[in-house]
């Protein structure tokens, strides 16, 4: 069958999830039941083959060839999953495709830091298991679509029908916790707050302009190395969330 249509069920594509869910549990050393505390590129590894063999059932090989490479980022703040096309030019115009998956294992690690229903692609995603399942197949299907077509965007129509044919993804989007969210809720911080702070014995005081897992604290200092639209100069700060107190 042509990846491009291959069609599951919404059942269908239930009990072949599943099954790779429970393979995987019984397989990898870093899962607690559907909780994620660790994740190798092993472990994504081991994700595809059981994917390749459930719902792919053996058409990955034959179609698209080479099987991705994968990555895990800890600085990925927005997007939990992401491919990245590579090509080495052969010559004669000719190129040799390969493609990396990366995922934000950050959004697994920390996915009940926050409780709240969380979705990933339009579906809920009531485990971290389930949420790297559903991002998966998100980077999945780039990976089809730009062998078919040599690019892929999942705001477009074609990338969207793929997608649910395949997978029975409802949206592109995910609605994972974030840092900023998980700041607010453990130390109620925010981006634009007011903070004050000690660095090396000496009491400071800026504005927090970006959280990851410390904050960016931008303090207004004379002969600063940045400088705003109104001319104000500031030293940058990276602090431990822990260490800021509102002012």
Not at 68 to 96: E, V
Not at 97 to 111: A, D, K, P
Not at 176 to 193: F, K, M, V
Request: proline letters at 3%; one cysteine or more.
């Amino acid at each position: 069958m042509h990846l491009m249509e291959l069609t599951h069920t919404e059942k269908e594509v239930e009990r072949k999830r599943g099954r790779v869910a429970q393979q995987f549990i019984a397989a990898s050393p870093h899962l607690c039941g559907e909780q994620i505390k660790h994740l190798s590129t092993l472990d994504l590894q081991l994700l595809f083959n059981l994917y390749e063999k459930e719902l792919f059932e053996g058409a990955w090989a034959e179609e698209v060839g080479a099987e991705p490479t994968f990555s895990l980022s800890t600085r990925m703040t927005r997007s939990a999953g992401k491919t990245i096309t590579k090509r080495k030019p052969l010559g004669a115009g000719q190129y040799q495709t390969s493609f990396e998956i990366r995922i934000g294992v950050n959004f697994l690690v920390q996915f009940d830091a926050v409780d709240r229903s969380k979705t990933v692609c339009g579906l809920r995603a009531p485990s971290a298991l389930c949420a790297l399942l559903l991002v998966l197949e998100h980077e999945l299907c780039h990976v089809i679509e730009s062998v078919y077509f040599k690019t892929s965007n999942c705001s477009k129509e074609r990338f969207k029908v793929l997608a649910h044919r395949l997978f029975g993804h409802m949206s592109s989007y995910h609605a994972l916790p974030t840092a900023q969210e998980i700041a607010y809720q453990e130390h109620g911080l925010r981006i634009g707050d007011e903070v004050i702070f000690f660095y090396q014995d000496k009491l400071y005081t800026g504005r927090i302009s970006a959280i990851n897992k410390r904050a960016t604290i931008m303090v207004p200092t004379k002969g600063g190395s940045y400088m705003d639209g109104k001319g104000v100069r500031y030293n940058k700060f990276y602090t431990p969330l822990s260490a800021l107190s509102v002012r």
